[in-house]
């Protein structure tokens, strides 16, 4: 099964910078999209950015402008670089790749979440 490994989390004062990073076991070839979600205490996840297999990009609107994803496909990595961090952006950050197949003569497309384990990020001063 596909892996995905988050680093770069930690501790950052407000208006600093932080660039996460995700491996991944397979190729990002396999995927259509990819990107990252996070989750503060009490709230459910939220998508933060993403990245689809041709470039397209799209961010929630609390971070646009702020947050930049990006991948490279030579090292099964995506990357989520932060910058002017607010304290409203600390959570657990998770690298998500999603895989979606379609079945000939299908009805519906199957879509296969693939999730890293988290990373902490905490904006405080």
């Known amino acids: 099964q596909v892996q995905l490994v988050e680093s770069g989390g930690g501790l950052v004062t407000p208006g600093g910078s932080l660039r996460l990073s995700c491996a991944a076991s397979?190729?990002?070839?396999?995927?259509?999209?990819m990107g990252w979600y996070r989750q503060a205490p009490g709230k459910t996840r939220e998508l933060v950015a993403g990245?689809?297999?041709?470039?397209?990009?799209t961010y929630a609107d609390s971070v646009k402008g702020r947050f930049t994803v990006s991948t490279d496909y030579s090292k099964n990595a995506i990357y989520l670089q932060m910058r002017d961090l607010k304290s409203e952006d600390t959570a657990v950050y998770y690298c998500?790749?999603?895989?979606?197949?379609?079945?000939?003569?299908?009805?519906?497309?199957?879509?296969?979440?693939?999730w890293g384990q988290g990373t902490q990020v905490t904006v405080s001063s």
């Open positions: 990245i689809s297999s041709a470039g397209s990009t």
């Open positions: 998500n790749a999603k895989e979606i197949i379609n079945i000939p003569g299908g009805e519906d497309a199957d879509e296969f979440d693939f």
């Open positions: 397979d190729s990002l070839f396999a995927f259509n999209t």
